[in-house]
């Protein structure tokens, strides 16, 4: 079973930073992916980014050229660092691990608001 901590969410006024980490545990012998999605009040959830084991990543249209998707893989840490935060990127961020299952964390607020 892998268990996900998330850490790193809050508020922030628009412009801000924020850096959101989630540390993966339990058994695990090969991690695949590792990304976060994110979930607006009384939106579906949605792809934010992901990035490979080799470290390619990919973002959505909506968060390129401001988050950056890292990971640590001695660590089994996947971290998010956002800047210029808008208000529209306000939503509950939730970590995925792509093992031989598909994990989720519990989500972390994040609020962007002046």
């Known amino acids: 079973q892998v268990q996900l901590v998330e850490s790193g969410g809050g508020s922030v006024q628009p412009g801000g930073s924020l850096r959101l980490s989630c540390a993966a545990s339990?058994?695990?012998?090969?991690?695949?992916?590792m990304g976060w999605y994110r979930q607006a009040p009384g939106k579906q959830r949605e792809f934010v980014a992901v990035?490979?084991?080799?470290?390619?990543?990919n973002y959505a249209d909506s968060v390129k050229g401001r988050f950056t998707i890292s990971r640590d893989n001695a660590k089994k840490t996947v971290y998010l660092q956002m800047n210029s935060l808008k208000p529209e990127d306000t939503a509950v961020y939730y970590c995925?691990?792509?093992?031989?299952?598909?994990?989720w964390g519990q989500g972390t607020q994040v609020t962007v608001s002046s």
């Open positions: 995925n691990v792509k093992t031989v299952t598909d994990n």
């Open positions: 339990g058994s695990i012998f090969s991690i695949y992916v």
């Open positions: 990035i490979s084991m080799s470290g390619n990543a």
